[in-house]
């Protein structure tokens, strides 16, 4: 037989014969009623259909256990990974995450925010576009609840604490490894509107000058408007090897989606990207994008710790939920990337 459905409280109060204010006190915190009384609540429930309303029992709370989390892109694995890591810290920690996609467009990253600040969660992790964030809302959203910036720091937001990647370090690592292997490395960037893009490019030119080498950066202008990430990679080098240009250079591309397009790109005019002898085309990117592995040939990258970058983000913001946090001075995390020797350099 078929357990009785309660969609309300009130119902269930007068379905076990418990006060509405003590069951509401329960499922806030079992632990502040008495013993006999959860008992009894929890034989109740095992004999009604009752699922409580996640929001209502957390009206009257100091705090919601909700943090909110931006990202710009769902169909990126490297944030995927990153939202990951950000889940398992929450969870470990007693937090409920809601995740919301800004789908690279400041309009809806800002009401991303707005949501954010209207559903009273105790703190916010925001991956940012970039410069062309609205500064406005994110002002707001830091003077309303705990904020803690992921992945990319804009200029627009000094103040506002960071965890990522130190860029300089990664790129500079990579740079002098297909400088020591090969010819000096051009430079396949994006359009210049990723701030990481930018910092990455900026590392890779000051890695150049600082081993004597002078600097080749291409790609920094649209194809198209529809054309990002694999997309531009494979289009620009697809116009370079037709010229034949670059077919025997090492090409360090801005992010592993860029590189999986100019991996592309060589197949298409018969190159195969490797680490042979000294010299001949190599190509290599930057993140650890999880297919890296799979591609043929697999990609050499360096990875962004994203396991740590998730954790450190999630414990900063707890510090700051619990009040822990007594200096305004922003508090900015970088995590060094790790060399990811494969098949393509």
Do not use: W
Not at 79 to 104: D, R, Y
């Amino acid at each position: 037989m078929p357990k009785p459905r309660i969609n309300t409280m009130e119902e269930l109060s007068v379905a076990i014969g418990v006060s509405r204010p003590t069951l509401s006190r329960f499922f806030q915190d079992p632990t502040s009623v008495k013993a006999n009384t959860v008992e009894r609540i929890e034989q109740g429930l095992t004999q009604v259909e009752y699922v409580p309303n996640f929001f209502a029992t957390r009206l009257n709370r100091k705090s919601t256990g909700m943090i909110g989390v931006i990202i710009p892109y769902l169909n990126d694995l490297f944030f995927t990974k990153l939202l990951q890591s950000v889940e398992e810290a929450a969870m470990h920690a007693g937090l409920t995450v809601i995740t919301q996609c800004s789908h690279s467009d400041p309009a809806i990253e800002a009401r991303a925010a707005e949501t954010f600040m209207s559903m009273n969660v105790d703190g916010a992790l925001v991956a940012p576009l970039g410069d062309h964030s609205d500064q406005a809302v994110q002002l707001r959203l830091k003077s309303r609840l705990p904020f803690v910036l992921m992945d990319s720091r804009p200029t627009t937001m000094p103040n506002v604490d960071f965890v990522g990647t130190n860029h300089q370090q990664s790129t500079g690592l990579i740079t002098e490894y297909l400088c020591r292997v090969g010819d000096p490395p051009a430079f396949l960037a994006m359009p210049r509107v990723n701030f990481n893009a930018l910092e990455r490019e900026a590392a890779y030119i000051a890695q150049m000058e600082k081993l004597g080498f002078e600097p080749e950066v291409l790609g920094t202008e649209s194809i198209s408007d529809s054309a990002h990430f694999e997309e531009h990679g494979e289009a620009i080098l697809d116009t370079e090897f037709a010229h034949g240009r670059l077919t025997d250079r090492s090409i360090l591309c801005v992010n592993d989606r860029v590189a999986i397009g100019a991996i592309r790109a060589a197949a298409r005019h018969g190159l195969m990207p490797g680490r042979g002898a000294k010299g001949g085309l190599r190509i290599a990117g930057h993140d650890d994008y999880p297919l890296c592995p799979y591609l043929n040939p697999a990609l050499t990258t360096v990875a962004q710790n994203t396991d740590a970058i998730g954790k450190k983000a999630v414990s900063r913001l707890l510090q700051m939920i619990r009040g822990e946090v007594s200096d305004d001075t922003p508090e900015i995390t970088l995590f060094d990337g790790e060399l990811k020797l494969r098949e393509s350099a």
